[in-house]
């Protein structure tokens, strides 16, 4: 009961805090007044001092108005209710002014209190309202008592003194309810300022912070160098947060810990230190990939001792990531005991580390690129020496035609052909093959062969004359089209003649007959004028629908501006402009070169040629460095060694038989029957070495199919094949079972395992335990690695290369020609595989070998 009467007494609470005001200011106004109206009405009657009952009826209804606004204002209603109160308390005052004694009742008095409670309640023009109407009646009231209307009355003192009270109580209580009021507001506007200052403070603070990290973001963006960036942004975050104390871990490339970049202050001692994962502050933020704050890093549990000692108190750990993963890790840290960091600052260094990171990315990436382009560089630095500076004569070629694609200054040389002129036309057209038909056969020799090798070439050079070369061909791809890789060594006396070209005109005609370019006409607004198609180059619409359309109707805006601007600079300077665009055609993307020349001040002619095919050559062209290196120097080897070993056993004929001569005119047969031995001998020799090098150069020209060969079977065939020499010596050979099954020529890798068996069992002579085992050792990749293994004398590591070369032998009184290993390399790298030796002196070899696995 009593908090349902106390819950009369408090004003309501409203969303609106000017509402709430008004409310608060009603409620207690009320109150207040109905007290003072039942006091009055009261005294009145305990003296008895009235003659009429009006006034009491008035005091009553005051009371009713009073109770009734306090039922609205807790409706809600606080406006309506105070108007409703003040034209209310005014009607009720004036009419008991009217009843009474006019001017002179102390009613009128109270209009002040009506006007003070409109002023506060409904503002300044309520009040006036209300102020004018009180003037009006008082002089309405005045001027009826000048007149007579009214007569004079006097109250009883006490009545005036009791009435006079109330109306003084009621102002005072305005009064104090406006003073109040007022404190309240001044009291909440100073808290809203104070409240504002401080939020302004703090707006002021993150404005300097943005500043700080938009002109460190752009300082650190425009660096590029890693090293010099990262000194900029720990020298930076440290200003930032006004330590002198800091460090920058990057993670190592193979993730296995952070090493410490840069580091300023007494941290500086440690750069190049490794952090592992979970160790010390840097290596608990690698590892949660969060921010740590230590404020007591000697009590810490994860503290280093070094860090200790340098008197660190509190320490900031900010992660640098890309893309979710941490690189690296940013450490501030702080000697002072009085000092800490703030949210605010740890919440700014997080965002300074995110562009960081961006920073480091970029740099990183510079780096990468700086690396790729010299490489690139250097590669090409090494193929331009390789190609252009090779002996060999060197050309590429199509097969379909033979139209040379390039071609390095020896096979000029030896050709005698112009490049400018020469590229891009047919091998019928050059004089290279007297018929298409002639080429044709060539070709499908290259296609069924893919490797031909001609110890004896007749090369035609351009003035018809023949040369006795060494030539290679080679099957390659280019852009996924069949290409020619041909490599010329002449062996013959060098020729400086050359024939003077003939009918240069008709190949000038056939040249512009055959530039695969399509030809516009545009006027300086890009309108198409004139419209020349190419059989190279599909358009992207019919020729007549481009002319009268504007380049702005059929190209993207990226074209269209490099169009209007090589335009304008051709029509300025009356000078070709060309640039390379994009485009896609039937949903493939080709690559165009537009050449633009002035035709008069008013158009301008474009020739437009597809260069997809040149893009994709480019790219082709670098794959084939390491191959034409390999190339050549096999080449030169072999003509070296074929021309040095050859000539030996010349030479001993040559010197024997004057030694015949002598003997058979001095008759001594002893002496002529060992010269004749001698010569036989070196004969011998020299069918042998030829024998070797046919066998070597039909190695890739003339295959069986390939077939699925089990590779066990094969061994045991070969071993089979040795037996007489390997029960001779004694020699324990075994096969691993279950040996892979491959996929190859079964003749050449009969001669593989052949040569390698009767190698072993060469140089195994001497050990208590002969001993050659045939293995399989894991993969390569897709193909089974293979292994020969014997125990004899070894190989010293500084001859395990060279004994894969043509006739080099280790021991020059030992059988054979040293061809074996050269073919069976050969034939390995033939079959897509590679072969190596493992061994010491004394220690047995190991030969391993792959092969491509059965299909």
């Given amino acids: 009961m009593l908090n349902r009467l106390s819950r009369l007494f408090v004003p309501p609470i409203f969303a609106d805090e000017e509402k709430t005001r008004a409310a608060r200011f009603m409620i207690s106004f009320s109150w207040i007044a109905i007290c003072v109206v039942l006091l009055l009405i009261l005294s009145r009657l305990v003296l008895l001092t009235d003659e009429s009952d009006i006034p009491l009826i008035m005091f009553f209804a005051i009371i009713a108005v009073l109770l009734f606004v306090q039922y609205i204002v ?55 309202l209300v102020g004018t109407m009180s003037v009006s009646a008082l002089w309405y009231f005045g001027i009826m008592e000048k007149q007579g209307v009214r007569v004079l009355h006097v109250d009883d003192p006490i009545s005036y003194a009791r009435d006079f009270t109330g109306v003084i109580f009621l102002i005072g209580v305005l009064v104090y309810l406006l003073s109040t009021d007022w404190s309240r507001t001044l009291q909440s506007a100073r808290v809203e300022l104070q409240e504002r200052l401080r939020a302004e403070e703090k707006l002021q603070r993150q404005a300097n912070y943005l500043a700080a990290l938009n002109e460190t973001a752009l300082g650190l963006l ?53 952090t592992l994962k979970r160790e010390g502050v840097t290596g608990n933020v690698w590892a949660s990939g969060q921010t740590l704050v230590v404020q007591n890093y000697p009590a810490w549990g994860n503290s280093l001792p070094d860090f200790v000692n340098a008197g660190f108190n509190v320490v900031l750990g900010v992660p640098l990531k890309m893309e979710n993963a941490v690189i690296g890790v940013l450490a501030i840290s702080l000697i002072e005991r009085n000092r800490t960091f703030t949210q605010e600052q740890i919440d700014f260094m997080e965002r300074f580390a995110a562009l960081a990171s961006i920073a480091i990315d970029n740099a990183r990436l510079y780096e990468q690129t700086q690396k790729e382009l010299a490489e690139r560089k250097a590669a090409e630095e090494r193929f331009g020496k390789v190609f252009h500076a090779s002996p060999v004569a060197i050309v590429m070629s199509s097969l379909e035609a033979g139209q040379i694609i390039e071609a390095n200054e020896a096979y000029w ?107 516009f006409e545009v006027s300086k607004d890009g309108v198409f004028l004139d419209f020349m198609a190419s059989e190279d180059v599909m358009p992207m619409l019919p020729p007549a629908q481009f002319i009268g359309r504007n380049v702005r109707e059929l190209f993207s805006q990226v074209i269209v501006d490099q169009t209007f601007f090589a335009l304008g600079r051709a029509l300025e300077t009356d000078q070709l402009h060309a640039f390379e665009y994009e485009l896609t055609l039937g949903g493939e993307i080709h690559f165009f070169e537009a050449r633009i020349a002035a035709v008069n001040s008013e158009s301008a002619i474009i020739m437009v040629r597809d260069i997809t095919q040149s893009k994709f050559i480019q790219t ?236």
């Fill in 222 to 274: 425009n660096r590029s160098e890693l090293h010099p960036l990262l000194e900029s942004i720990l020298t930076r975050a440290c200003d930032l947060l006004d330590t002198q104390h800091g460090l920058i871990e990057m993670l190592l490339p193979d993730d296995s810990a952070l090493r410490q970049e840069v580091g300023i202050g007494v941290l500086a001692q440690f750069n190049g230190n490794l």
């Fill in 620 to 855: 082709d062209r670098e794959n084939l460095i390491n191959e034409l290196e390999g190339k050549n120097g096999e080449l030169e080897r072999f003509t070296y060694t074929v021309s040095h070993d050859l000539k030996s056993p010349l030479i001993t004929i040559k010197g024997f038989l004057g030694f015949l001569e002598q003997s058979a005119l001095n008759g001594n047969t002893v002496r002529l029957k060992a010269d004749i031995k001698r010569i036989s001998e070196a004969t011998d020799k020299m069918q042998l070495l030829l024998n070797d090098l046919l066998e070597l150069s039909r190695v890739g020209r003339l295959t069986e199919p390939y077939q699925n060969i089990d590779f066990g079977e094969l061994a045991r065939e070969v071993v089979e094949l040795l037996y007489g020499r390997l029960h001779e010596k004694e020699i324990d050979l075994v096969i691993q079972d279950n040996l892979p099954a491959v996929y190859g020529d079964r003749r050449r890798l009969f001669e593989v395992l052949q040569n390698l068996i009767d190698n072993a069992a060469k140089f195994i002579e001497g050990q208590p335990s002969p001993r050659i085992e045939i293995g399989h050792k894991g993969f390569e990749g897709v193909m089974p690695i293979f292994y020969v293994k014997d125990n004899g004398i070894g190989i010293d590591p500084m001859h395990q290369e060279r004994i894969f070369g043509l006739f080099n032998k280790l021991d020059a009184q030992s059988e054979g020609t040293g061809i074996g290993l050269a073919l069976v390399k050969r034939i390995i790298e033939f079959h897509k595989g590679r072969i190596w030796v493992q061994s010491g002196a004394g220690q047995g070899a190991t030969f391993f070998f792959t092969l491509a696995p059965a299909e």
């Fill in 74 to 128: 807790r409706l809600g209603y606080v406006n309506t209710a105070s108007i409703f109160i003040v034209f209310s308390l005014w009607g009720m005052l004036t009419y008991l002014a009217w009843y009474a004694d006019g001017i002179r009742d102390l009613a009128v008095t109270a209009y002040i209190i009506v006007i003070i409670f409109a002023s506060l309640l409904l503002g300044w023009r309520f009040a006036l």
């Fill in 413 to 519: 040389k030896l050709s005698g052909f112009d490049p400018q002129i020469t590229l891009n036309k047919t091998a019928v057209e050059m004089g290279i093959c007297d018929t298409e038909e002639e080429w044709n056969r060539f070709s499908e020799q290259i296609r069924r062969e893919r490797s031909v090798y001609d110890s004896a070439c007749q090369f035609k050079t351009q003035s018809g004359e023949w040369k006795s070369t060494l030539a290679f061909y080679e099957l390659v791809k280019l852009e996924n089209e069949d290409s020619l890789l041909s490599m010329f060594y002449d062996v013959t006396e060098q020729k400086n003649a050359s024939e003077s070209l003939q009918n240069s005109e008709v190949r000038m005609r056939a040249i512009l007959a055959a530039i695969p370019d399509m030809i």
